[in-house]
């Protein structure tokens, strides 16, 4: 696990970007990285800013590259009133409190604005798998407690080879 955050968002606050929570997410060899994100109100309309996420952006294909810039092609012409119109039903609703979202970080993703009178709460972990670490990326967590990664087989490794150790030094 290398978040475990929650995050507020009050009456008023503006929509993010579309993006992604891993950064280089070119490489072969990256390590996954999931969010999951527990929800701790009710989000029952688009004026309470849910998450909305962009379909097909994290699977590795040449579709990929075409949704992405797509997106970031729509999100240019927001001015013109298009972006409503293209990804409203790109919208997880209705939402409620104790619901849940899992997502693979390479997803293209992003809180709408909150225009409603209530505050939007959510609590959030991030686990990353093996593989090399994304280019740009921050966690919660210091990074210290990354590196060197330590798995639980090691642990469990490391445990028995001194548990033998001390049976010998004892003969």
Same mark, same amino acid.
């Given at each position: 696990?290398?978040?475990?955050?929650?995050?507020?968002t009050?009456?008023?606050?503006?929509?993010?970007?579309?993006?992604?929570?891993?950064?280089?997410?070119?490489?072969?060899?990256q390590?996954?990285?999931?969010?999951?994100?527990?929800?701790?109100?009710?989000?029952e309309?688009?004026?309470?800013g849910?998450?909305?996420?962009?379909?097909?952006?994290? !699977? $590795?294909?040449t579709?990929?590259?075409?949704? @992405?810039? +797509?997106?970031k092609?729509?999100? #240019?012409? /927001?001015? *013109?009133?298009?972006?409503?119109?293209?990804?409203?039903?790109?919208?997880?609703?209705?939402v409620?409190?104790?619901?849940? !979202? $899992?997502?693979?970080?390479?997803?293209?993703? @992003?809180? +709408?604005?909150?225009?409603?009178? #209530?505050? /939007?709460? *959510?609590?959030?972990?991030?686990?990353?798998?093996?593989?090399?670490?994304?280019?740009?990326q921050?966690?919660?967590?210091?990074?210290?407690?990354?590196?060197?990664?330590?798995?639980?087989? +090691?642990?469990?490794?490391?445990?028995?080879?001194?548990?033998?150790?001390?049976?010998?030094?004892?003969?």
């Amino acid at each position: 696990m290398v978040e475990f955050a929650a995050f507020i968002t009050n009456p008023g606050a503006e929509g993010q970007h579309f993006h992604m929570d891993s950064g280089n997410s070119f490489s072969k060899h990256q390590a996954p990285l999931y969010s999951l994100f527990l929800f701790l109100t009710d989000l029952e309309n688009e004026d309470q800013g849910p998450l909305q996420i962009a379909p097909c952006t994290h !699977a $590795l294909s040449t579709f990929r590259e075409a949704m @992405r810039k +797509t997106v970031k092609k729509t999100m #240019r012409m /927001r001015d *013109v009133g298009i972006e409503k119109h293209c990804f409203n039903h790109w919208k997880l609703l209705p939402v409620r409190a104790g619901d849940a !979202a $899992l997502y693979d970080a390479t997803l293209l993703h @992003r809180g +709408t604005a909150n225009n409603s009178t #209530r505050t /939007r709460v *959510v609590v959030y972990l991030s686990v990353l798998g093996v593989g090399e670490l994304a280019f740009g990326q921050t966690y919660a967590i210091d990074e210290k407690l990354l590196s060197p990664p330590l798995r639980f087989r +090691t642990l469990v490794n490391a445990s028995i080879s001194q548990s033998s150790l001390s049976k010998e030094l004892e003969l």
